[in-house]
């Protein structure tokens, strides 16, 4: 159930903010929650697919969201240089299986919380493998989504602490950046171009930066809650996840908006349009 809430579309109110918990998304909205910018949004916890549905309905005016999410929803813009992004192995975007190769997998379970990795797996699989297999969206259970399907794709903090016994595991990340060279983007903040004036006093990237400032703070939060040591959560956050968008990045973001379009998972690609740009 989405939260109900409805943006105010008064220049004056408080700018309305979506963004899951995940610890990928910690550092980018640490500051909105604890910081000198808590008094200016108004933050609402939900997962990747639900901050795209609410900048969808207009019921939040600025949304941390799957980045594909941009192409197929009208009237936003995307703020520039933040983003959650990997450079190498991310993580917590992987592809389980029980089979030892990734060519041998015929059916893939999707976790239904994101959709730039489900589209991103599909990509691996048509541009790059040769391959094709069937894919159904489901709860992110891998143990259910493995009952009846070959491979599972699974992401966020579950993709961190599952038992790895048994399985084999490719990093969505790591497979992208050994046939592009790039990096990529998972999710972006992306604004309603109609509250663009009100989020002129929010600044993102400067919240992004306190967050990366803090991440002992943020770790010490996070132990209760990921049964990871902490040396673990800090690599993840200094090394596995990328905060900036810079060169590399954006033209990983745009090949990926090419190949998406190239294999029918979007339309023709739309150019990125950032808010912010100095």
Known sequence: MLPEIRASHNRHQILTVAA??????????????????????????????????????????????????YQRIPNISLITNVCVGSKTEVRSVLLVSKQAEIEQIESVALDESSRTSAALLKIMFREFLRHEASWKSSTPDLHEMLRENDAALIIGDPAMTFPREGLHIWDMAA????????????????????????????????????????????????????????????????????????????????????????????????????????
Not at 257 to 273: G, R, S
Request: hydrophobic fraction near 45%.
């Open 20 to 69: 899951s918990t995940y610890l990928n998304s910690a550092p980018l909205i640490w500051s909105f929650l604890h910081g000198p910018q808590r008094e200016q949004v108004k933050l609402i916890d939900a997962v990747p697919a639900q901050c795209a549905q609410l900048l969808r309905e207009e019921a939040v005016d600025v949304a941390l969201i799957p980045v594909i999410e």
């Open 175 to 278: 497979l992208w950046q050994k046939y592009t060279g790039l990096g990529f983007v998972f999710a972006m903040w992306a604004i309603r171009n109609d509250a663009t004036d009100r989020a002129k006093r929010v600044d993102f990237a400067a919240a992004r930066d306190e967050g990366v400032a803090r991440i002992d703070e943020i770790v010490d939060y996070y132990m209760t809650r990921i049964p990871l040591s902490r040396r673990e959560l800090r690599f993840y956050l200094t090394h596995n996840i990328a905060f900036d968008l810079d060169d590399q990045m954006q033209n990983g973001l745009e090949l990926y908006f090419q190949l998406a379009a190239k294999h029918e998972l979007i339309d023709k690609p739309k150019e990125p349009v950032f808010f912010g740009v100095r």
